[in-house]
């Protein structure tokens, strides 16, 4: 099973302290060695959620910034980042790790869903709300995850009731879950296993969000 080796965490602490091009370049073979770490750990989470999950694709994003449009022109982000997407458009919802130099996280759920998939969200929780608060208040999710956040709108959507007792959920344009986990936990050899285990916690979540995305309210077939 891969582990996330320490030397990956001091490259990740050191360039923090050092994020220059500069630096970088005086030190890319001991990058190059960090990544290729993030990858192997990366090829062996894929492995073990496709036993509990179709995972259609992995990415690993860059760690050149874009700054284009970024108030912070720091030119590298120091952390080895990894997505894990299901197979599309049956099985909705997203998994996310984040490796930093002073902790890991995971999250997932539905950072920017297009605007028809929301109103469609927002549809059937004005309906019926019970299921997705069913969901997010059993014990193992609300003991993995706490609650589900997500930037939303100040009153009420278009077409809908601001003073709709379920309010606080069909305000909201993003529907997420996080857990943090301590530099221990991350350079643990089980760490893969862990962060399976986290993530299998979202798998209801996601099976259930799969099937309202895949139906009108009707209840007919969308695809």
Known sequence: MATIEKSTLTFLKN???????????????????AHTNAKEFMAALVTEMNKADKIEKSKMFRIYRDVRFSKDKTPYNPAFRISLGREKPYLRGGYYLSIGPKEGYVAGGFFNPNPHDLKLIRENIAIDA???????????????????????????????????????????????????????????????????????VMRPWFDFMSEVLGHNLNGEALY
């Open 130 to 200: 019970k299921p997705f608060r069913k969901l997010f208040k059993t014990k193992k999710f609300v003991d993995t995850f706490g609650s589900v956040y997500g930037d939303g709108v100040k009153s009420a959507p278009k077409g809908f009731d601001k003073d709709h007792p379920d309010i606080d959920l069909i305000r909201l344009k993003q529907f997420l879950v996080n857990k943090r986990y301590s530099i221990k936990e991350v350079t643990d050899p089980k760490f893969v296993k862990t962060v399976v285990k986290d993530f299998k």
């Open 15 to 33: 360039l923090e302290k050092n994020n220059n091009r500069p630096w970088f370049q005086e030190n890319k073979a001991t990058y190059d060695d």
